[in-house]
């Protein structure tokens, strides 16, 4: 018979959060460890009307479509999108925008969506196309969508952008766009539809001048 070669804690262990034995209320905790976001996202996080940011009926809605494509050039089926965005008049209905919250425009609208991907790996959230944003230095940030991905054998979300094809004189002075190689840019930029705009996102390719598209930290 073999022994063990388990040994017992001493006090000379390294523990991840170190704590007082036999006392757990002294324990100082951290960020809890990164788990994949798949493919178990879709129990309890969407409800019935989470892609519309604006109800039916709202004025000036439109269907925003994001078609994410995994590295395998394979369409992400179980992929889950959240976007985040202005009014029609570039405002938040929140305190923390500087200038302070308004009511949204139009009446019903939120700045949240939440949407589901079907077998072709296309989430639809309906909205309103937001109005630009002021930012430093008297500049303008282009109108658009911030854009979170969720799919299995991801530890943390993708964030990027959607940018409006109309807008193009705005976007040489976008700062966010600017942040990346002028080569770059057209990735984040959406393509009108009959009824709104539609984006592909790839979330990965080999090749560093390939169809990958540019993700953000924030």
Partial sequence: MTSSTATSST??????YPVTPGDFTTATFGPTPSATVGPYWHIGLPWPDSPD???????????VRFTVIDGAREPVEDVMVETW????QGRFAHPDDPRGAVAAAPPGFRGFG??????TGTATVYTVKPGALPTEH??????????SVF???MLHHAITRLYFPEDAALHG?????????ADQRHKLIGER??????????????????VETPFFKV
Avoid: C, K, N
């Avoid at 965005?85 to 029609?88: F, L, N, R, T, Y």
């Avoid at 002075?173 to 190689?181: G, I, T």
């Fill in 151 to 153: 799919a299995r054998g």
């Fill in 85 to 88: 965005q202005a009014d029609a």
């Fill in 193 to 210: 539809t009959d009824d709104g705009y539609a984006l592909t996102i790839y979330l990965q390719d080999a090749d560093p001048d390939g």
């Fill in 53 to 63: 940011a604006a109800p039916e009926g709202t004025p000036g809605r439109i269907a």
């Fill in 114 to 119: 939440r949407a589901a991907g079907d077998p």
């Fill in 11 to 16: 006090a000379t262990d390294t523990f991840t």
């Fill in 138 to 147: 008297d500049r303008l940030e282009a109108p658009h969508i911030d854009v």
């Fill in 173 to 181: 002075d976008d700062p966010v766009l600017r942040a990346l190689l």
